[in-house]
Nanobody, 113 residues
Framework: QLVESGGGLVQPGGSLRLSCAAS????????MSWYRQAPGKDRELVAQ????????NYADSVKGRFTISRDDAQKTLYLQMNTLEPEDTAKYYC????????WGQGTQVTVAS
């Protein structure tokens, strides 16, 4: 199971930290991903992190603003989002693996003044 939290309404330029609590599988043995889907658009990859956290990759649109991290002891994935823009408005999902073979239910992020 994956349960996302931390979404909400934030003004442009603001920050949010999303969390994804994992259970039911060996979290530390899996790469993890964050995706997002805006209304009327396809789901897109935001960020990924390897087993152990030593390797990450980001969509060009969020590089330098978002940071993915993981706490294997707490079985939790994070996405720190800074300098948020209206274009970041979407539902954000965490997923297991590089290929996102299992998804959470998502958390809504709305960036608006």
């Amino acid at each position: 199971q994956l349960v996302e939290s931390g979404g909400g309404l934030v003004q442009p330029g603001g920050s949010l930290r999303l969390s994804c609590a994992a259970s039911g599988f060996t979290f530390s043995h899996n790469a993890m991903s964050w995706y997002r889907q805006a209304p009327g658009k396809d789901r897109e990859l935001v960020a990924q992190i390897s087993v152990g956290g030593g390797s990450t990759n980001y969509a060009d649109s969020v590089k330098g603003r978002f940071t993915i991290s993981r706490d294997d002891a707490q079985k939790t994935l994070y996405l720190q989002m800074n300098t948020l823009e209206p274009e970041d408005t979407a539902k954000y999902y965490c997923a297991i693996g590089w290929t996102a073979w299992f998804w959470g239910q998502g958390t809504q992020v709305t960036v608006a003044s």
